[in-house]
């Protein structure tokens, strides 16, 4: 899997302060979609143990809330065994942090991969220009949903998160 920055101590993709992985390889291609760039799998750099690493650097902080997986898309096929391997890494060493996932596919299409047990929030469904929504909290159109997916497994449904 390749990915193509680590931002630290962000606070608008998701939850508090985050760390944020973006990652390489998308094939939704939303019409004016904000990271083109990371569309070629191929691109930017491999996500290696030095990025591992700083990415856990930041993770170790008390005042970081959790991650957030971004790109690209996260769970683009290329990179979902990757993904889902350092999800389920990150929750049992950093039990006491969240994840939130970004993806261009609904949770109904995904609901059954290995990683969404490992996940708290999914921010899903491609960005439609159409939808544009610069005010709301979390997602770039109106369509997309934020999951609270615990909630969703448990009771079935989708539940939004509120916060």
Known sequence: MNYHNITKDDMLNGDGLRAVLWVAGCNHKCKECQNPITWDPSGGLLFDDKAKEELFSILDK????????????????GNRDEITS????????????TIWLYTGYLFEEI????????LDVIVDGPFLI???NTQAKWKGSNNQRVIDVKKTLEEGGIHEHTN
């Open 62 to 77: 008390d005042y970081i809330s959790g991650v957030t997986f971004s790109g690209g898309d996260p769970l683009f096929p």
């Open 86 to 97: 350092l999800a389920k890494e990150i929750k049992e060493k950093y039990s006491n942090k």
């Open 111 to 118: 609901k059954d991969l290995e990683i969404i047990k490992y």
């Open 130 to 132: 159409d939808e544009k």
